[in-house]
């Protein structure tokens, strides 16, 4: 092991016990900018409160938080995992480097219905690695395109500074918005057109830097067969920028009688969202069929 991964690695050990100790976040920053001016391998596997491991690279403003919190969305890729049966699919769009993909698989038991979904080629590289590291081959199905209205090759680019040198959030970009970027031609599909075991979708994850009204609008048929539980990102200023509100983001493109939820502080309870600005910048929601309600409420979330 190369001493700058023996280096995070100890470091990690520590403040991932403490990360509860105010100012540990900011220490562990300033102690990754530092190792990571040192130089060497930035690309730390680390193994996290879970269990699931993930490779993680120091340079992403989204990935060196994990690295050192050992903890990467713990509260919804279990919340996934407890509403998903096992004779129900995975969606996982916008799978990244397979964050979720990774553990909701791992605290499920391998049980192999997982369908990843990512355009990214870096991304794809960094998902096929952390699949491999967990040994989950046949378990999860990697989609290696995004997810639209209609079959396309669009552009996609890095979400400003969120990334390693490879991997990390990216967005749809059209000509005006890709001006001066690095952008990657990817391939988009239907979701109503993608061939899927004959198993209903329990759950779907959704984390497409504002696209997702397109993704759920040619999968218009799935979701009303199954109306699946939706956990989605919000970004209001990504939203803001596209010139769209959450209305119209987590509305009109899904079937009726969807109820939007989020955390209720650090309570691990959800809670209906009546006001859509006094949610943070960045968060996390979750869309819930009105019928399944019932299922929150057994599970001691609402």
């Known amino acids: 092991m190369a001493l700058i991964e023996q280096v995070v690695r100890a470091t990690s050990a520590v403040t991932s016990r403490l990360w509860h100790v105010r100012g540990m976040m900011r220490l562990a920053h300033l102690a990754n900018r530092g190792l990571c001016l040192i130089g060497g391998n930035p690309i730390i596997a680390t193994r996290l409160h879970n269990g699931a491991r993930l490779l993680l690279d120091m340079r992403s403003a989204g990935q060196w938080y994990s690295i050192y ?8 890729t279990k919340l996934c995992a407890d509403l998903l ?21 791992h605290l499920r038991g391998r049980f192999g219905l997982c369908h990843a979904f990512e355009p990214m080629p870096g991304n794809i590289a960094r998902l096929l690695d952390n699949v491999a590291l967990n040994q ?6 990697i989609h290696p395109y995004g997810l639209s209205d209609a079959p396309a090759t669009l552009q996609l680019a890095f979400v400003s500074a969120d990334h390693g040198e490879d991997t990390g959030n990216a967005e749809i970009v059209d000509a005006a918005a890709a001006a001066g970027r690095e952008t990657f031609a990817i391939e988009v599909r239907c979701l109503d057109d993608v061939a899927l075991p004959d198993l209903p979708v329990g759950v779907i994850k959704i ?17 009303a067969k199954d109306r699946p539980f939706i956990i ?6 990504e939203l803001a920028s596209r010139g769209i509100g959450p209305e119209l983001q987590f509305g009109p493109h899904l079937p009726p009688d969807y109820k939007a939820m989020r955390l209720h502080g650090g309570g691990g309870v959800l809670i209906p969202i009546d006001d859509w600005l006094a949610l943070p910048r960045l968060d996390n ?18």
């Open 232 to 237: 989605a990102e919000y970004n209001r200023e």
């Open 285 to 302: 929601i979750l869309l819930c069929p009105e019928e399944k309600m019932t299922r929150l409420s057994a599970i001691g979330l609402i």
């Open 69 to 76: 919190s050992r903890n990467s969305d713990s509260f919804w």
């Open 207 to 223: 984390d497409v830097e504002g696209h997702e009204n397109h993704a759920y609008r040619d999968g218009a048929r799935r979701l």
């Open 136 to 141: 989950q081959q046949d378990a999860i199905t």
């Open 85 to 105: 049966n096992d004779d129900q699919l995975f969606l996982d769009i916008g799978a990244n480097i397979g964050i979720y993909a990774v553990q909701v698989t």
